[in-house]
Structures are given as structure tokens and as C-alpha cells.
């Protein structure tokens, strides 16, 4: 049986830290490959928590967004952004969230600003390093939605900033179907089952990919329909987009178990760019990376 796989527009998801180190080019075409049966690893689900977990993507880049809401505050943030000289992805919790207090209309606008110290977090060109990141939410509050627009500010050591977009956004609390966590990178990663729970519809995930050549490929990466069986699920697949100069090949190996309130597994990417005499000109490869979600 095939499966189809998509990754959204590199346009749309991929930053750089160097020219020519990754796939800027490659044109993200449909393409379908046949689901390997890749054993699963049995994992235990997170234990459960008192908070109302939402998750779902923003509306430019369909980069995931995962919000938790306990005792009338936004408790946890985890999101992923991108601007034109930079990348950054956080996994923010209680006190680091500022002003997250949800008033009696919904309403909340919160703030999270963070010291850079992890280099791996910001990917940028620019000549004076990353030392700061204010995140802005704002958002209003329902009992199965929240709402909102949220955006990102890198300062750099001289003075200058650069932005990220203000993503809209309209994610979803339904614990029956919507998960949402975080990696072993800080990336946020949503799943969303088919309504009868026969299998994962949607995977939002970001991740980071160290190159051979130096920089890095960023992606925040959208795949489909991995089948559940007995809440376990995996693949190993490969997809090929054609590039000006180099053909850009993503390999996936992707393990996981989900129950009715969790889950856990890891992932690995490589990609490669090859010429046309089939030479690899580029590699740039993820590792193993973990991730764990709830509803």
C-alpha cells in the first residue's frame, strides 16, 4: 500500500546558516512511498496533568504550536519561528511566561524573554551573535480553541534585531484526538489521529540538521497517514525534490506510540543533495531526536 508523505514548501520552512548548506531551492512536490512496517519501540505515555492542553500549527509555514492553560495562566509555550536571519525554537514553562494571566473575557497577552545560550537554538548570517529573544502572544481563550497571533524578536550583540512574522493562529484542546509536545531539540511536535483513531493524520514537527560543510537545515516539517497498530506506528521512507543545481533527498526514520492520553518515540533525518552523476555534494543529518505528547 502507498502512503503519501508531505513536507511543506521549503520556501516557507527552511533557514539557513551557510550558502549552499541545505536545500533552499528544492521545489516540494507530492511524492508517494510504500510504508515499510518499521518496528516500534514501546515507550510509556506522559503522566497526566490537570492542564488543558492545546495544539495545532500557525497559519504561515504551518509551524506547530503547543499551549497549555492550568489555573487561569498560560503554563507552558512551546514554538517554533523564523525571519529572514534567523531560526529559534523554545520550550517555555511557568515563570519564564510573563503576563499570562487569562482575564475573565479570554483574553491574555503574554511575554517570554530569553537569554541565548544554547548556539544550536538561533542559525543566523548575520556577523554579531544572537543574545536575546522576546516572544509575544496574544490570544484569546475558549474552552476548545484559543486564538490568536504570536511572533519573535532576536537582538543581536550590536544593537540590531531581526523579526519573525506575527503567525496568526487557531489551535485545538480534544483529547481524543490532538496531542502536542516537544522534542529532545525544544521543537514543538503535534499530532492529529483520523476521528476513528486508525491512524496519525498529521505530524507537525520541527527539527534541526547539523551539515557536513558547516550551518545548518532547519525545517519545520509536515508529514501524513502513518497507520496505527495497537497505538504503535513507524516508517522508514525517503523523498527526492529537484533542485537548480543538486537533487535534495530527505530520509526519514520515524518510530512512535501513542495511547488515549499520550505518547512518546524518536525520529532521524538525513538529507543529501546529489549531482547529477549521483554524487553526494551535501549531507546534513538530525540525529536521533525524541519527542514525547499529550492531549
Not at 490568536?148 to 496568526?168: H, L, M, W
Amino acid at each position: 500500500m502507498l502512503r503519501i508523505r508531505i513536507s511543506i514548501p521549503a520556501a516557507c520552512a527552511l533557514l539557513i546558516a551557510a550558502v549552499g548548506a541545505a536545500p533552499a531551492d528544492a521545489a516540494k512536490d507530492l511524492s508517494r512511498y510504500r510504508t515499510s512496517g518499521a518496528a516500534t519501540p514501546a515507550v510509556a505515555a506522559p503522566a497526566a496533568t490537570s492542564a488543558r492542553l492545546y495544539a495545532g500549527t500557525t497559519s504561515y509555514g504551518l509551524r506547530p504550536l503547543v499551549l497549555e492553560v492550568r489555573g487561569g495562566r498560560v503554563s507552558r509555550m512551546v514554538a517554533q519561528y523564523g525571519g529572514e536571519c534567523f531560526s529559534y525554537a523554545h520550550d517555555a514553562r511557568g515563570g519564564e511566561i510573563r503576563g499570562a494571566t487569562v482575564s475573565r473575557a479570554g483574553r491574555v497577552r503574554a511575554t517570554v524573554r530569553t537569554t541565548v545560550t544554547n548556539a544550536s537554538s538561533i542559525f543566523t548570517n548575520a556577523s554579531s551573535a544572537a543574545v536575546r529573544v522576546d516572544e509575544r502572544l496574544t490570544a484569546t481563550v475558549g474552552r476548545r480553541f484559543i486564538s490568536g497571533s504570536i511572533q519573535a524578536t532576536v537582538t543581536f550583540q550590536d544593537g540590531s534585531t531581526c523579526k519573525s512574522r506575527s503567525e496568526s493562529f487557531r489551535i485545538e484542546h480534544d483529547s481524543r484526538r490532538v496531542y502536542g509536545g516537544v522534542t529532545s531539540q525544544e521543537y514543538p511536535v503535534v499530532f492529529e489521529l483520523e476521528d476513528d483513531g486508525s491512524e496519525v493524520r498529521h505530524m507537525h514537527f520541527g527539527w534541526a540538521a547539523e551539515c557536513a560543510t558547516g550551518g545548518w537545515t532547519v525545517l519545520s516539517d509536515y508529514l501524513v497517514d502513518f497507520p496505527l497498530s495497537g497505538g504503535a506506528f513507524g516508517d522508514v521512507f525517503t523523498q527526492e525534490y529537484p533542485g537548480q543545481t543538486l537533487t535534495w533527498r530527505y530520509g526519514y526514520d520515524i518510530k512512535g506510540r501513542v495511547s488515549r492520553t499520550g505518547g512518546s518515540g524518536r525520529f532521524q533525518v538525513d538529507v543529501a543533495g546529489v549531482d547529477a552523476a549521483g554524487a553526494v555534494q551535501e549531507g546534513c543529518n538530525t540525529k536521533v531526536v525524541t519527542w514525547s505528547v499529550r492531549t
